[in-house]
């Protein structure tokens, strides 16, 4: 199995930047795909990035410009670069793993997930 842990989130104001990160271990090959989602209260958990292997990229088009998402294999490590948040950002943010090599959008596709790490953007 694989565990991940994200660390990271704190409160900011709008216009801040974060850096969130995703420490995988448990398994002797990482997942192929890893991707960021987020939940606020009452709402879905939402897709927010997502990285290949080989570092392929895609992103949700609310965060398109804003946030970078990477990884170092060397490390089992994902990031999230977080820059010009606001409000509407806030959420809890989810790690996610999938064994599958395609960056998917949904979150049933991915069957690795940390217990996340709370965003939260004052304005």
């Known amino acids: 199995q694989v565990q991940l842990v994200e660390s990271g989130g704190g409160l900011v104001q709008a216009g801040d930047s974060l850096r969130l990160s995703c420490a995988a271990s448990?398994?002797?090959?990482?997942?192929?795909?890893m991707g960021w989602f987020r939940q606020a209260p009452g709402k879905e958990r939402e897709y927010v990035a997502a990285?290949?292997?080989?570092?392929?990229?895609g992103y949700a088009e609310s965060v398109t410009g804003r946030f970078t998402i990477s990884r170092d294999n060397t490390k089992n490590t994902v990031y999230l670069q977080m820059n010009s948040l606001k409000p509407e950002d806030t959420a809890e943010y989810y790690c996610?793993?999938?064994?599958?090599?395609?960056?998917?959008?949904?979150?049933?596709?991915?069957?690795?997930w940390g217990q996340g790490t709370q965003v939260t953007v004052s304005s």
């Open positions: 448990g398994r002797t090959f990482s997942p192929n795909t």
């Open positions: 996610a793993g999938r064994v599958g090599r395609v960056i998917l959008t949904t979150a049933g596709a991915y069957e690795y």
């Open positions: 990285i290949t292997w080989s570092g392929g990229t």
